[in-house]
């Protein structure tokens, strides 16, 4: 099942840079976005919610969601040694059950 | 700030033995889930429960797997006969109501079925 595909990474940055972090996904009927940050052996974190295009900030978090090319996207600016863990996105129908992405994993280097 | 639970962290149980997972959602949601991230792997949705019935399930949610809301705080996934591949961290969520859509994850359980 294909459904939201998401780059596993890895990808490192140095401490301070602009991380973007992308998924793609298949079915123009998905109407919410999500972004979870999941730390290892942990329970995924939600970070981001947006509902159908546009963009969403959140302190140094921005999410964008483009419904015409099917793009979801995270932008993390200035970027913290603690943002290192791996990104899931998520699209849903209904609210109810949700597809994720496989992650990405993200290094900050202090 | 309120969270879910869910007990135990890790359970080991031997193939064909029965396992509940609980969870304690956060107090005044409405909507349960169920799902589960086999190492490596996309986190996949396994069931939904909202009004003490199952609303939505995966093709993964086969017979072997059930849920139960057994008083006001708990929300349990019992797997019957246990399969070396149910061997995955399950993790329960929940949501406050329908006009809400942001789910909040537990911390997991960590199931390894030997």
């Known amino acids: 099942q294909k459904e939201v595909e998401q780059d596993p990474g890895p990808l490192s940055v140095p401490e301070g840079a602009i991380v973007s972090l992308n998924c793609t996904y298949s079915n123009s009927a998905f109407q919410y976005f999500m972004w979870y940050r999941q730390y290892s052996r942990k329970g995924p974190e939600l970070l981001m919610y947006?509902?159908?295009?546009g963009n969403k900030e959140d302190g140094r978090f921005t999410a964008q969601v483009d419904k015409s090319s099917k793009y979801i996207s995270l932008f993390i600016r200035d970027s913290q040694p603690s943002d290192s863990a791996t990104y899931l996105c998520a699209a849903t129908f209904t609210g109810n059950q949700f597809y994720f992405g496989t992650g990405t994993s993200l290094t900050v280097i202090p | 700030e309120p969270e879910v639970t869910q007990t135990p962290s890790h359970q080991v149980t031997q193939m064909g033995q029965e396992v509940i997972l609980r969870c304690v959602p956060i107090s005044n949601h409405l909507y349960f889930y169920w799902y589960r991230q086999i190492l490596g792997q996309k986190v996949e949705f396994l069931v939904s429960f909202y009004n003490n019935e199952i609303s939505e399930k995966s093709e993964i949610f086969d017979d072997q797997f059930s849920v139960e809301r057994p008083d006001g705080s708990n929300f349990t996934l019992k797997i019957r006969s246990t399969k070396l591949e149910d061997s995955a961290m399950y993790f329960c969520a929940s949501k406050g109501g329908s006009s809400y859509n942001e789910q909040f994850f537990g911390p997991g359980t960590r199931l390894t079925v030997l």
């Open positions: 947006t509902y159908s295009s």
